[in-house]
């Protein structure tokens, strides 16, 4: 029985340590994203980057006069964010779960340092605010999702290589894993929700100051 428990012990140990590491690799490689979007964007230049999305000054002025549904919004963007994430979910418990999660956010990350460099460079201090609008309040609901599985990915692919053959244990695993896929699906539409409804209020109201 102690070896039993020891053995337990040792295996618990074995996967913290590993997902320790996935999650550090996982910060690092959000962080170094970032940092490459700011540089991609200056590397770029300013005017060749000027016209990109909320940027684009054609769009600014039409965007402060349309009259954006909501519910058409809804579906779009439903249309171009959800596949992504029910792919993830079917590579998280792959080998390619782990790489294809942190890739997702790294791209986050990315974008993210790309646009705030280039709204920084066309508009100063406001192009940030501007930016920081595109992404309210929806990111609030994406990034903790992406970053939940990797978490999770991790954690599944060590518990199911652990595991092995027992089948009993096999479907807890296989239970938290269904449980977290709700979870991050349910709030995935939640951020879906607010980037079709509140954000486009959100950047309207920017927009005023432009």
């Known amino acids: 029985m102690k070896k039993l428990l020891h053995f337990s012990w040792k295996q618990r140990d074995s996967i913290t340590k590993n997902q320790s590491i996935w999650i550090k690799i996982m910060k690092i490689f959000l962080l170094l994203s970032f940092v490459a979007g700011i540089f991609t964007a200056n590397l770029i230049g300013r005017e060749a ?118 089948r009993s244990e096999r479907g807890f695993v296989y239970g938290i894993g269904m449980l977290a896929v709700f979870l991050m699906l349910l709030m995935f539409v939640a951020g879906i929700f607010m980037e079709s409804y509140v954000n486009p209020m959100i950047l309207k109201n920017i927009l005023k100051f432009f």
């Open 49 to 166: 980057v000027s016209h990109a999305g909320v940027l684009n000054d054609y769009f600014i002025e039409k965007f402060q006069y349309t009259q954006i549904k909501g519910e058409n919004l809804f579906f779009y963007v439903v249309g171009e964010r959800l596949p992504l994430l029910l792919l993830l979910f079917l590579l998280m418990v792959t080998s390619f779960g782990i790489p294809g999660g942190i890739l997702t956010l790294g791209w986050q990350g990315f974008s993210v340092g790309f646009m705030l460099s280039t709204g920084i460079a066309k508009y100063g201090i406001k192009g940030i605010m501007l930016i920081l609008a595109g992404l309210f309040p929806q990111y609030l609901f994406y990034i903790p999702v992406y970053i939940f599985y990797c978490c999770m990915a991790v954690f599944l692919r060590q518990r199911l290589r652990e595991e092995g053959s027992n």
